[in-house]
């Protein structure tokens, strides 16, 4: 897989680079402190993004989306794999080192509700990553969170009061300033909208989309809506029990899926139109455990076309052109 990224005319351009990510975390130690058993969350996963665009992932729960949004920020250390952030190697750095780019790499978390520090006011959640990381003098910091809150549609008078005195969409565009607060370059965005109700999900994703155009943001957007995905993204990944299956461009995966876990996921999306019938596609049986994954493809104990060869061997991750990215042995005759 790592071949396909290793085009050096592509370099300057990416502004995220993933090869071959994996994370494991250890479920059985011996007395000597080695690992006997582990569970994979995400196995060889690649793909690259430029500036300015939005990835969305997608995914049934517990397929690793998180994981691996929170190993490409180093909150989990990767056990495999590189992780090159805007031309620079960032896998096996030192926390030291990590900090100046911390501010470039940010995070927005599903939940606004326990993502918050209740004891303190949203001027000095705000305040505090502006002043660590020197954003601007000492005494423009308070003009500069004023600002920032106009932009994520707060209003001043907000300054001195506490999480819990707001609703979830207005906690919401809290957790959104406090991640734009450090002028970065990338937002991972875990599940933002999840949370919220549907009318207040559509105000945080046009914020989201405006704010990427204002400040030139790149997304990777987390998600388990197509729909919502399907709005605010340039390019789709899919991720099933930690291996990404299909990655490609919205409009390709949308209008071509070509693996049968993404045909089976498109599916299942709502139709507005009550006439039209929809050939969903019903999977069988549940996810296999990360902890005992079945052996050649991992989708092959739910999927409708297996043959032996999928139960066996693991099919190789190969672009069908344009930069569709597709992991099956149905293709690759």
């Not at 979830?168 to 970065?184: H, N, W």
Request: glycine share 6%.
């Amino acid at each position: 897989m790592a071949e396909v990224l290793n085009n050096e005319n592509q370099k300057s351009e990416n502004i995220l680079e993933v090869r071959n990510l994996r994370k494991c975390f250890p479920l059985k130690k011996t007395m000597t402190g080695k690992v006997t058993q582990e569970l994979v969350a995400v196995d060889d996963v690649s793909f690259t993004l430029k500036a300015g665009e939005t990835l969305g992932i997608v995914g049934e729960s517990g397929c690793g989306k998180t994981t691996l949004g929170r190993t490409i920020l180093k909150l989990h250390k990767s056990s495999g794999g590189k992780i090159i952030f805007d031309g620079v190697d960032i896998t096996d750095l030192k926390p030291k080192q990590m900090r100046e780019i911390r501010k470039q790499m940010q995070i927005i978390f599903q939940d606004p509700y326990s993502s918050l520090p209740p004891r303190s006011t949203v001027g000095g959640i705000l305040s505090e990553p502006v002043s660590v990381h020197k954003i601007v003098p000492k005494g423009e910091v308070k003009d500069y969170v004023l600002d920032l809150m106009e932009k994520c549609g707060l209003r001043d008078y907000y300054y001195e009061r506490y999480p819990h005195e707001f609703s979830g969409g207005q906690r919401q565009r809290i957790c959104i300033a406090r991640a734009l607060s450090v002028k970065p370059k990338l937002v991972i965005c875990d599940e933002p909208v999840s949370a919220l109700d549907v009318s207040i999900q559509a105000q945080i994703i046009n914020l989201l989309k405006q704010l990427q155009k204002d400040m030139n943001l790149t997304y990777v957007f987390i998600s388990h809506d197509l729909s919502v995905v399907k709005f605010i993204s340039d390019k789709i990944g899919v991720m099933y029990l930690g291996s990404m299956v299909e990655f490609g461009t919205k409009e390709d995966i949308f209008a071509n899926p070509l693996h049968p876990y993404t045909q089976a996921l498109f599916s299942a999306i709502p139709q507005p139109d009550p006439d039209l019938k929809m050939n969903r596609i019903i999977l069988k049986g549940d996810i296999p455990s990360p902890a005992n994954p079945p052996k050649g493809c991992r989708f092959h104990t739910r999927c409708p076309y297996a043959t032996d060869k999928c139960k066996e061997e693991v099919p190789e991750y190969k672009d069908y052109g344009n930069g569709h990215f597709v992991a099956c042995h149905l293709l690759q005759k």
